[in-house]
């Protein structure tokens, strides 16, 4: 029972947190850089005021913007960062706080397509400011980037890009539209859902992974049907949360594993890519399991409700609040919940039998699907796609 767990040095939540911004902006520096998602309505008024200078995020982070970001910040003399947005302005900070201190370029450290260099330098001090309910970037040791020559997402990660503080207020969601908050919602389930059955999950994983998983399957149809109810966003942006905590310290799987590559190929929301891969993906892992699995942790028998249960029968349970649920109910709770949310097929984003054997290649080589519960061949991963879409 030997682990590590780490998460920001310190995590500010709960409705009003963000009045909190000011003072402690002030006690990290002087001349923050303020780097903004693609609704600055919702920045905090002081965010902008205290800040020395301030970029936006419209889309996904590219290596170019992180460049772009690291030049801005050198020239305004910026001694910390504050990202306010969703996951692409909380990655897009953490990436220029790392690389402002380690030097270099960004390729020099991303996985898969770069030179994969560690990352060994603190970042300079870092506040995220979660205003979506999805990513839990705001406590995640890495940074998603875009290449556009590649057409692959990849990562920087080091535990030294973990951020100072991570300020989540709840009320920062409550205006959020509905085809949003299902599609940040259903990447805030898949990333308590993946370190759960993942192989290097732990104890501590375990319980944020269970007690997110409950949360988020009892208001997520609430938070997208009356985005004002601030229990239910509370909920999801607590959810997220764990979420980012969980899959730091236990990776993620499959489902995230084909989402590098389609969020590099195609313009498709990312958190619409996990909701559509989450029932398929369940289906073969457990399908796969059952056929080779023999000793995997995964089938490792829980006391759960007065029963003997393996992950996936818990995680079942979990999902659809009753105790004699079985891993079909599960995957069929997961499809009738992309339904009622309104998420659409893969193909609605362009992506069609011609593109399944290159989607397929990259993802079984993407960093997420090496913590997948079971490794899947070729036709298990073909399979999957080809349901999606």
Request: hydrophobic share 50%; net charge neutral; aromatic share 4%.
């Amino acid at each position: 029972m030997n682990f590590e767990f780490a998460t920001a040095t310190r995590i500010v939540f709960g409705p009003g947190s963000i009045q909190q911004l000011e003072a402690i902006s002030k006690s990290l520096g002087a001349k923050p850089l303020l780097v903004i998602g693609i609704a600055p309505a919702r920045v905090p008024k002081s965010a902008a005021f205290i800040s020395a200078a301030t970029m936006s995020v419209a889309g996904e982070p590219t290596f170019d913007l992180v460049r772009a970001g690291v030049a801005k910040a050198r020239e305004a003399g910026c001694d910390s960062v504050i990202s306010i947005g969703g996951g692409s302005a909380i990655d897009t900070g953490k990436a220029i706080a790392a690389l402002l201190t380690n030097g270099g370029d960004p390729l020099d450290y991303a996985e898969v397509i770069g030179e994969g260099k560690p990352i060994t330098k603190p970042s300079l001090p870092l506040i995220a400011v979660p205003t979506t309910a999805g990513a839990g970037a705001e406590v995640t040791r890495n940074a998603v980037l875009c290449s556009t020559e590649h057409k692959f997402k990849v990562s920087l990660r080091s535990p030294t890009m973990l951020p100072t503080v991570a300020l989540v207020d709840p009320e920062l969601t409550l205006d959020l539209p509905p085809a949003i908050t299902a599609a940040t919602g259903m990447d805030a389930l898949s990333q308590v859902i993946e370190p759960f059955v993942s192989i290097r999950s732990n104890p501590m994983v375990d319980a944020i992974c269970r007690e997110g998983i409950i949360r988020i399957a009892r208001s997520i149809r609430v938070a997208f049907e009356d985005g004002k109810n601030l229990e239910a966003r509370t909920d999801m942006s607590l959810g997220a949360l764990f979420g980012g905590m969980a899959l730091a310290n236990a990776g993620l799987g499959a489902v995230h594993g084909f989402a590098a590559p389609i969020g590099g190929m195609f313009p498709a929301p990312h958190g619409a890519v996990c909701a559509a891969l989450l029932a398929p993906v369940m289906e073969m892992n457990m399908a796969a399991l059952a056929v080779r699995g023999a000793g995997s942790p995964v089938l490792k028998m829980w006391e759960h409700g007065g029963a003997k249960l393996n992950r996936y029968e818990v995680l079942a349970c979990l999902l659809t609040h009753r105790t004699d649920a079985s891993v079909a109910d599960g995957v069929e709770w997961l499809r009738l919940l992309s339904r009622d949310l309104k998420i659409p097929a893969l193909r609605n984003f362009g992506i069609g039998e011609a593109d399944v054997a290159t989607i397929c290649e990259k993802a079984a080589a993407a960093s997420s699907m090496k913590a997948n519960p079971i490794v899947l061949t070729k036709d298990e991963l073909t399979a999957i796609l080809r349901a999606a879409l």
